[in-house]
């Protein structure tokens, strides 16, 4: 069982970054694949980075390639979530996720993930 924490979101002016993190209280998080998603009011949740359990593999949808990237320490169970050229879209509740799986496949859908944290809120305004 993995019990994700995130931490590292706040209100930032456009053109800022920040850098989120998602920790397991469990110590366990470094034997499964990750991602962060990402949901706006009255929107659906989607994702915005995927890795794969070794961070060998990566994946960003276009919206975000270039601006965001996503990491792990798997000494320190944590993945990471730097967030560059922050824009107003970007602004929304973000979520750490990781997938029940022990292979070193990249999952990017939602369904894919079985263990989520509470969400931490990033707020892009000028």
């Known amino acids: 069982q993995v019990q994700l924490l995130e931490s590292g979101g706040g209100l930032v002016q456009p053109g800022d970054s920040l850098r989120l993190s998602c920790a397991d209280s469990?110590?366990?998080?470094?034997?499964?694949?990750a991602a962060w998603f990402r949901q706006a009011p009255g929107k659906e949740r989607r994702l915005v980075a995927a890795?794969?359990?070794?961070?060998?593999?990566?994946y960003y949808p276009d919206s975000v390639k270039g601006r965001f990237t996503i990491s792990r320490d798997n000494v320190k169970n944590t993945v990471y979530l730097q967030m560059n050229t922050l824009k107003p879209e970007d602004t929304a509740v973000y979520f750490c996720?990781?997938?029940?799986?022990?292979?070193?496949?990249?999952?990017?859908?939602?369904?894919?993930?079985?263990?989520w944290g509470q969400g931490t809120q990033v707020t892009v305004s000028s």
């Open positions: 996720a990781a997938s029940n799986s022990s292979t070193l496949f990249l999952y990017t859908k939602l369904y894919e993930f079985d263990w």
């Open positions: 890795i794969n359990r070794s961070g060998g593999s990566t």
């Open positions: 469990r110590s366990t998080l470094n034997r499964y694949p």
